[in-house]
């Protein structure tokens, strides 16, 4: 079944909110399998095109713009028997314990009491990377403000997701390197925790920047400046097509 990815928002959401929170769903056959990422904008995004909350989600670093919806999905899941506990939120490692502070240790999730916020959800932490769907999906950290607060996500021969980031040849080289479109953070001037076009032009060879598809930046006139040298750069509802995944390890792939 073909693969896609669908651009919740594209934006850098402190800056751009009619942007939306940078997000993006990958499909199968068209139908959605993983969600990157759930600020607020992204999850009312979802909810309207898919007509329902999602089932899955990874989750790359823990800033607001990234994660606020889970507040809402919290409350969407947890009140309904059908879908509590079932909903799967991929977290790593080094993230997990920001996302307890920031968002399951506030004291009485629910006014009734007698509920923890880990309860709406299967939580599953992962580290090299992990399965879902009968798919492998590589995790890798990347540069953003702290080491090992904030990662990337690999579907092996598809697609690289970079999350918010500096620019990161070397994790790349690795997670780059079979042919996948890369949606890599990127505005038109760059920041101490966000790449910006000169820094990806410094750092990236030509034929990585080809496959780069750019992210989370601030305006629509930064987007136009951005292609106007020569680079191809995401709008909010994009889908881009995506190769078929290489087979999982075990099956004919080879694991990283």
């Known amino acids: 079944m073909s693969w896609s990815l669908h651009f919740l928002g594209v934006g850098n959401s402190s800056s751009a909110v009619e942007l939306g929170s940078a997000s993006a769903v990958l499909e199968q056959g068209g139908e959605p399998r993983l969600m990157v990422d759930c600020g607020h904008e992204a999850l009312t995004a979802y909810a309207?095109?898919?007509?329902?909350?999602?089932?899955?989600?990874?989750?790359?670093?823990?800033?607001?713009?990234?994660?606020?919806?889970?507040e809402r999905l919290f409350f969407a899941t947890y009140f309904d028997p059908a879908?509590?506990?079932?909903?799967?939120?991929?977290?790593?490692?080094?993230?997990?314990?920001?996302?307890?502070?920031?968002?399951?240790?506030?004291?009485?999730?629910?006014?009734?009491?007698?509920?923890?916020?880990?309860?709406?959800?299967?939580?599953?932490?992962?580290?090299?990377?992990?399965w879902h769907r009968g798919q492998?999906?590589?995790?890798?950290?990347?540069?953003?403000h702290?080491?090992?607060?904030?990662?990337?996500?690999?579907?092996?021969?598809?697609?690289?997701?970079?999350?918010?980031?500096?620019?990161?040849?070397e994790m790349l080289a690795k997670f780059a390197g079979a042919?996948?479109?890369?949606?890599?953070?990127?505005?038109?001037?760059?920041?101490?925790?966000?790449?910006?076009?000169?820094?990806?032009?410094?750092?990236?060879?030509?034929?990585?920047?080809?496959?780069?598809?750019?992210?989370?930046?601030?305006?629509?006139?930064?987007?136009e400046a951005m292609r106007a040298r020569g680079h191809r750069v995401a709008a909010p509802g994009e889908r881009l097509a995506l190769a078929e995944p290489l087979p999982p390890p075990g099956q004919g792939g080879t694991p990283q």
């Not at 790359?60 to 919806?69: S, Y």
């Not at 492998?136 to 953003?144: E, K």
């Open 48 to 70: 309207a095109h898919y007509g329902a909350m999602p089932e899955a989600v990874f989750i790359t670093h823990v800033h607001m713009d990234h994660v606020a919806g889970l």
């Open 83 to 130: 879908r509590r506990g079932r909903v799967r939120l991929y977290v790593p490692v080094g993230v997990l314990p920001h996302l307890q502070a920031r968002l399951a240790d506030y004291p009485g999730v629910v006014a009734e009491g007698d509920a923890n916020w880990w309860d709406a959800f299967q939580l599953v932490p992962v580290s090299r990377g992990f």
């Open 136 to 144: 492998w999906f590589d995790v890798f950290p990347v540069r953003h």
């Open 146 to 169: 702290l080491p090992d607060t904030a990662f990337g996500l690999r579907l092996p021969g598809s697609l690289v997701w970079t999350g918010d980031t500096r620019p990161i040849p």
């Open 179 to 223: 042919g996948e479109i890369v949606a890599h953070d990127c505005a038109l001037r760059g920041n101490p925790s966000h790449s910006g076009l000169d820094d990806l032009e410094r750092e990236y060879p030509a034929g990585l920047l080809a496959r780069c598809v750019l992210y989370h930046y601030a305006s629509l006139a930064d987007a």
